[in-house]
């Protein structure tokens, strides 16, 4: 991918809302529950997680854009989109697990910032993860031709 | 018919047959099957499209000069799996592909790692014109083609545009003239043809000895099978990917057909070191090779560099398009393999200079190399090939001419056809009627990539785009896009 930082972000966000957000409400109930958490704590854990992915991400995206002006090709190899799943998804169980700041209520006994367990917190990240980076590596360009273009823009201009 | 602006009474006069089309494109090649493919995706009807060329098959000349330059069917084009002329989407790219039919999971594995782990993917020449045939098939091309040679596009006066055309019959013979009368005109004719370096232009002229002095984008076999059968001295100019490729060819005669071929290889420049301004652009270059995957950074065809060159004007954009491109050949392992073993063994010797003379002698030829430091060498070879490149100017094209000489088109700061950012050939408007080019005539307009498989796709969408707007047909949206997508993914002819 060849991807503009202002494309990134897009990307991000649109993918997030239109992949990333159905997956959760699908896979969430599937998840493994080790504290016997209600539904309702498990969604508000992990729609936090996801939108912490989209807003800690655009920092990230930041940054990626700053690493790639050192590739003369100036984009951004398939492989990278798998590797940086790492350190994002570290700092994102750090920020869950710490609690988000708009999320802070306790959820005494399952669920509560300090305790999210990781054996549900990973199969949700990286399941979202491997979706949107297997999307927009392919299959995103039969709904939109311009994309790969646009360096990753969905806005009309050219 | 010296005039620039012809009217249907002209033509009657000169009796001339009018057919009318709304869209023509004059070319027929790889740029006409990127422009009429994205139509015909758009939904324009074949019977508003008329194609007017001399190829039977889009890919007629590319095989023709991808040949010459020694890349048969099964060897590897210098493009990116995703560069699919056949599939204006991009995916499956030609290396999911390979790994399907060959039910071998190496090209995908490659395109996953690329360039990270493993060299770039790139497709075999056989699989793209097989994908050009099946998808020239299904779209009806055979229905829009014309065959016969264009000889004019002219404005017409009522708005629009007269393309002249001589058809070719049966025999092949070309006889007659017919107007196309039409509303829009595309241009994609390739390049204008080879152009030799003057010295060894001068030299052919004056001694018109085709044999020994050869462009690598004509045809040449003759030099390969002479080096197989004695000991040959070669002398090759040009540090691009027809030079590596030529290379390869020679090496490959020796090691595999035991040739016991010299190779002298002539630098006008000598790159041997990063290459770039600043730490962030910069690219490799080692022993008189600057290197990079593709012809240009790969941003310059969807991502940042794109952006950075449509903002730019005149000299500054073609010095933008020279410092991304210029003189580049790709880091392939086998080909850097060969020629640092060649250099050891001594079969491999670089020289950097300029011919100072050029003189036939027995059987070969003597050239005389000015070097930088003043000195002078004397060498004997049995063959020089150029592949510097196909750099002809468009005033060898007769339509190209024309349209400088009487059409209102421009040239741009290299010399080719002055295009704004959505093609459009900036002072050909007729009426409502609107002409674009595509292409490498294009070169030195707002995008680099124009002489390439992506870049053919991405003029044809912007121009689509831009007809859109201009009321020919609609921009394609998600539902047509996928729609589509799945008629093309099983075939389905449109």
């Known amino acids: ?158 | 018919m010296q005039t620039p602006v012809w009217s249907d009474v002209d033509i009657a006069q000169h009796q001339i047959p009018i057919i009318d089309t709304p869209f023509v494109s004059v070319g027929g090649g790889m740029g006409s099957l990127a422009m009429i493919d994205t139509l015909r995706i758009a939904g324009i009807p074949a019977e508003s499209l008329t194609v007017l060329s001399d190829l039977g098959v889009p890919s007629q000349t590319y095989e023709y000069l991808a040949n010459n330059s020694q890349i048969p069917r099964e060897e590897r084009l210098r493009s990116d799996s995703s560069s699919t002329i056949d599939c204006i989407w991009g995916w499956p790219g030609y290396a999911l592909r390979e790994a399907i039919a060959k039910r071998d999971p190496k090209p995908a594995i490659q395109v996953f790692a690329e360039p990270i782990l493993t060299e770039y993917f790139t497709p075999q020449a056989g699989q793209v014109y097989e994908s050009v045939r099946r998808e020239a098939q299904r779209i009806g091309w055979e229905r829009m083609l014309r065959r016969g040679v264009v000889r004019t596009v002219r404005r017409r006066r009522e708005g629009g545009y007269f393309v002249i055309h001589t058809p070719s019959g049966e025999t092949g013979t070309t006889q007659g003239r017919i107007a196309y009368r039409c509303h829009h005109v595309h241009v994609a004719v390739g390049y204008p043809g080879v152009r030799m370096l003057p010295d060894l232009q001068a030299y052919l002229t004056k001694h018109n000895d085709y044999a020994r002095v050869v462009n690598a984008y004509q045809p040449h076999l003759h030099v390969y099978e002479e080096a197989l059968k004695r000991p040959c001295t070669i002398v090759i100019r040009g540090a691009g990917i027809v030079a590596s490729r030529i290379l390869q060819r020679l090496i490959d005669d020796r090691d595999l057909g035991n040739a016991n071929t010299r190779i002298v290889h002539l630098f006008r420049s000598y790159p041997d070191g990063p290459q770039g301004e600043s730490l962030t652009f910069r690219r490799p270059a080692r022993r008189g090779w600057a290197y990079q995957a593709f012809n240009y950074p790969k941003a310059a065809w969807g991502g940042q560099l794109r952006v950075q060159l449509e903002q730019l004007e005149g000299e500054e954009r073609s010095k933008l398009i020279d410092d991304m491109g210029g003189t580049n050949t790709a880091p392939r392992a086998d080909w850097k393999e060969q020629l640092d073993r060649g250099n050891a063994e001594g079969f491999y010797q670089q020289l950097v200079g300029t011919l100072s003379s050029i003189q036939p002698s027995g059987n070969g030829i003597e050239t005389t190399i000015q070097q930088p430091s003043g000195a002078v060498a004397t060498l004997e070879a049995d063959f020089i090939i150029d592949a510097t490149g196909l750099e002809a100017g468009i005033e060898e094209h007769r339509v190209l001419r024309d349209l400088v000489d009487y059409g209102g088109a421009q040239k741009n700061p290299k010399g080719r056809l002055d295009v704004e950012r959505d093609f459009l050939v900036r002072g050909t408007e007729s009426g409502t009627g609107r002409m674009y080019a595509s292409g490498s005539i294009t070169l030195g307009g707002y995008y680099a990539g124009v002489d390439s498989f992506l870049g053919l796709h991405y003029a044809a969408l912007r121009i689509a785009d831009s007809l859109a707007e201009n009321g020919f047909g609609s921009k394609i949206g998600p539902v047509r896009s996928a729609t589509q997508w799945w008629k093309w993914a099983r075939n389905i002819p449109i």
């Open chain 1, 1 to 158: 991918m060849t991807p503009t930082l202002f494309g990134r972000i897009q990307t991000r966000v649109v993918m997030i809302l239109v992949l990333g957000f159905p997956w959760t409400v699908v896979i969430t109930p599937f998840l493994p529950n080790p504290d016997s958490a209600s539904l309702d704590d498990q969604y508000i854990t992990m729609f936090t997680a996801l939108l912490v992915v989209g807003v800690v991400g655009v920092g990230w995206e930041c940054v990626y854009h700053g690493l790639q002006q050192f590739r003369w090709e100036k984009d951004w190899p398939t492989i990278f989109g798998l590797v940086v799943a790492l350190p994002e998804g570290i700092l994102t169980y750090l920020i869950l697990n710490a609690g988000a700041p708009w999320d802070r209520r306790p959820r005494p006994g399952s669920f509560d910032p300090g305790s999210i367990p990781l054996s549900t917190f990973v199969p949700m990240f990286l399941t979202v993860w491997i979706i949107i980076w297997a999307f927009t590596n392919g299959p995103m360009q039969i709904f939109s031709l311009r994309w790969r273009f646009r360096g990753g823009r969905f806005d009309s201009n050219w």
